[in-house]
């Protein structure tokens, strides 16, 4: 049982670049969760799903794109990069039996 | 605009201290309050977590204390000991909207020996 893992762990961009975020669970949670963590801000929702081919925004979706093709996987798209984008982000599923959000080890995204 | 408003954005203790932040919130329709602890390069994990129907809350050495009225509510973090040094974030949620979690800012607390 690895929980929610995330791919990559680090990852530099130039502007304008595309790129993709895996956030994978092997725990069968229904609910996953991207947000980006910057300082002083705590962490922010970008967009959720809850369930298999949903998705739906959050806080700050703009410059961002989701896919949940698969239960198991929920990905997070930057089709054109910005420095302002530069952030930690972090994926997040929730087990509704225990009611908590189970947190993976995070991405460290910097856009030049 | 920032719907949960989490102070002191850091806290230096002794040893033995209680550290105790306090967080504010905004939305009524909040029904879940959890706290998280987050290690430098690691994810959030989550500490302890209160219902508004509870006052207060204890696991072990931390303690959630619930001000429904007031809108707030706070942790302490009895006998502290140095490996509590950490960033501790307040957030909420409404489990009907998806228990999607509204985040404070954050808390670097320093336990020194």
């Known amino acids: 049982n690895a929980g929610v893992t995330q791919t990559p762990k680090f990852r530099v961009l130039k502007t304008g670049q595309s790129m993709t975020l895996l956030c994978a669970q092997d725990?069968?949670?229904?609910?996953m969760y991207w947000y980006r963590q910057d300082p002083g801000m705590g962490l922010r929702l970008i967009h959720y799903?809850?369930?298999?081919?949903?998705?739906a925004k959050g806080e700050v979706p703009d410059g961002y794109n989701v896919s949940r093709l698969k239960k198991q996987n929920f990905l997070l798209g930057l089709e054109s990069a910005a420095p302002s984008q530069t952030s930690v982000y972090f994926c997040?599923?929730?087990?509704?039996?225990?009611?908590?959000?189970?947190f993976g080890p995070g991405t460290r995204l910097t856009v030049t | 605009q920032q719907q949960v408003k989490q102070s002191p954005q850091s806290l230096i203790v002794q040893k033995g201290g209680i550290p105790i932040i306090n967080c504010a919130y905004e939305?009524?329709?909040?029904?879940?309050f959890p706290w998280y602890q987050q290690f430098p390069g690691k994810g959030p994990a989550l500490l302890i977590a209160?219902?508004?129907?509870?006052s207060e809350k204890k696991e072990g050495r931390f303690t959630i204390s619930f001000n429904k009225s007031a809108k707030q509510f706070s942790l302490h973090i009895m006998d502290s000991q140095p490996g509590d040094s950490a960033t501790y974030f307040c957030?909420?949620?409404?489990?009907?909207?998806?228990?999607?979690?509204?985040f404070g800012g954050g808390t670097r607390v320093l336990v020194k020996p």
């Open positions: 725990m069968n949670h229904e609910y």
């Open positions: 939305n009524t329709a909040f029904d879940y």
């Open positions: 957030a909420a949620s409404e489990e009907a909207a998806g228990n999607k979690l509204t």
């Open positions: 209160i219902r508004p129907d509870v």
């Open positions: 997040a599923s929730w087990d509704r039996d225990v009611y908590e959000q189970y």
């Open positions: 799903s809850v369930g298999e081919g949903t998705t």
